[in-house]
């Protein structure tokens, strides 16, 4: 299926992928960086956002794990129903199933996993503004990055450490960023975990 560039920031390029069932965006469960991260954090409360986030395995982790203030955001109504069919128990009202740039609501913190990678490198800038504004004061970033650039003309789009220190520096004080030491195996050395600090 030959899909033009520009539909990578449109809805109907991820409902193909879906129905294509492209595994190597699902994993099948949450990112062990992530999941190893969210096992260490004590406040139940924290309200987490998860943009781009598919079939949802980080935030059906969150909700199974007693975080009743997780919300799901994915523009893909295709998306939004296979995470419906895992985590049928997930609130409705934190479905968001629109644009991430159209949403308004802060969080405590978001979270990445295959987000940024989704978007060509020219709207970087963009997305990283947004994931800023979408923060309290305090907020944090957390997720992980491919650390490499795939060199291809569709996603998954990445890079080197250095453009993302670049990226971000802008909009965050960083705390951790560094080569994730339990990534899954097709991906091990690959990944930078991190956690940025809104500024």
Not at 5 to 15: A, G, M, S, T
Not at 119 to 144: D, H, M, Q, S
């Given at each position: 299926m030959n899909i033009h560039?520009?539909?990578?920031?449109?809805?109907?390029?991820?409902?193909a992928q879906h129905q294509l069932l492209r595994q190597g965006w699902d994993m099948g469960y949450a990112s062990p960086p992530i999941k190893t991260y969210l096992d260490q954090l004590r406040e139940k409360s924290l309200e987490i956002l998860v943009p781009g986030a598919g079939k949802g395995w980080e935030v059906k982790y969150l909700f199974d794990q007693g975080f009743k203030n997780a919300f799901y955001l994915d523009f893909s109504a295709e998306a939004v129903a296979k995470f419906k069919s895992i985590c049928p128990?997930?609130?409705t009202n934190q479905i968001l199933n629109c644009d991430f740039f159209s949403h308004h609501r802060q969080y405590d913190l978001i979270?990445?996993?295959?987000?940024?990678?989704?978007?060509?490198?020219?709207?970087?800038?963009?997305?990283?503004?947004?994931?800023?504004?979408?923060?309290?004061?305090?907020?944090?970033?957390?997720?992980?990055l491919f650390n490499h650039d795939f060199g291809h003309s569709q996603p998954p789009f990445a890079s080197h450490p250095e453009t993302y220190r670049s990226l971000f520096e802008p909009?965050?004080?960083f705390k951790t960023f560094e080569t994730a030491t339990n990534s899954i195996k097709p991906r091990a050395g690959r990944e930078i975990f991190f956690i940025l600090l809104k500024n």
């Open positions: 560039p520009i539909d990578f920031l449109h809805p109907r390029y991820w409902e128990c997930f609130p979270l990445e996993q295959t987000f940024l990678s989704s978007f060509p490198k020219e709207r970087w800038v963009t997305v990283a503004e947004k994931i800023n504004i979408l923060l309290k004061p305090g907020g944090k970033y957390v997720g992980l909009f965050f004080r």
